[in-house]
């Protein structure tokens, strides 16, 4: 992990932006101060080569970085005036979205990306007299989305972006109805598509699906969408096979996590054995070779994993890395 300074990348998915909100957290856990010394030191490397023909989205470019910045402030892991940090990436995200409006909604390139990084800046609250660049692109963007496609991908990312905009309370009719047919529309694909054979046969990607509608349960407070998420665990046992040997190390940190964060949400048991069970799994093997870094598939994120596990709250990580992101994002 300490060769990360070596990377190209310095995105919040791949690359070093994502790898330092790592060591940030590591140092908090462990009061090791020469992590948060690395984290830093990496943070000032992604600023010293932010502008150079980088991308304007959230996986790998600026919105991503951005959104980390914000993570980092609100966090505490680092102190920083977070309209001076990034007075810069303003000026390319609205130059971005006023010139080159995505046409996708996923959250990579996409729309909603775009749309994290204005509901990061609006949630610093010193934007109260000056946050009207930020609003209407925001609602624009909220006017823009629609749930009408057959990609997971996609509508769990209208899921995900919606959830973390509940609390900015920006046009909530239009968020809640817009909420709705999203849930709906993924929950009429994912019956067809198990009854039908469409679903592909991995666990993982069905309770990926659960913590996202349980996420929109905790945000809206609407006990309706964890009941939902609940029926999909119930209905659909027969078609769930833990599967820890046929996955990455990283995938069997991520069931072993989904498995806790469910079982605890719905306590229950089963859930929660199944989730000791992959990470003894994980614990009794050797790491594989030709690991990435990066909070996507690498050491960060099993790193991360790791923490949330040993009782670190996740649902502030997973307002900036949804959890629904495949596990083959680098390999697509």
Known sequence: ??????????????????????????????????????????????????????????????????????????????????????????????????????????????????????????????????????????LRIIQELSVSGNNYEEILSVIHFLTGIVPLKYAPDNIRVLLNDAVNHLETKLIEDIRYGGFPNRIIQLLTVAATIVQVSEKTGDKTYSDKAYRYLQSYKPAINPHFNDETQNAKLKLSFLYQYLGKHFGDNTCLQLSEEGLNDYLSQKLEQQIPMGLIDGYAGMGMYLLFLSGQPADDYFDLIPCYIPHNYLKK
């Open 1 to 138: 992990m300490f060769h990360s300074s070596l990377l190209s990348e310095i995105g919040l998915f791949t690359g070093k932006t994502g790898i330092a909100i790592f060591f940030f957290h590591l140092a908090r856990k462990t009061g090791i101060t020469l992590y948060e010394e690395y984290a830093s030191d990496l943070i000032e490397q992604v600023y010293e080569s932010m502008y150079e023909n980088m991308p304007a989205g959230y996986a790998d470019g600026v919105a991503g970085i951005g959104v980390g910045m914000e993570y980092l402030i609100r966090q505490k892991l680092i102190r920083a005036d977070a309209d001076e940090v990034l007075e810069d990436v303003d000026k390319v995200i609205l130059h971005h979205t006023q010139y080159h409006f995505p046409s996708t909604p996923e959250i990579n390139t996409g729309i909603t990306g775009f749309g994290k990084y204005y509901a990061a800046r609006l949630f610093n609250k010193k934007h109260v007299n000056n946050d009207y660049p930020y609003k209407h692109q925001l």
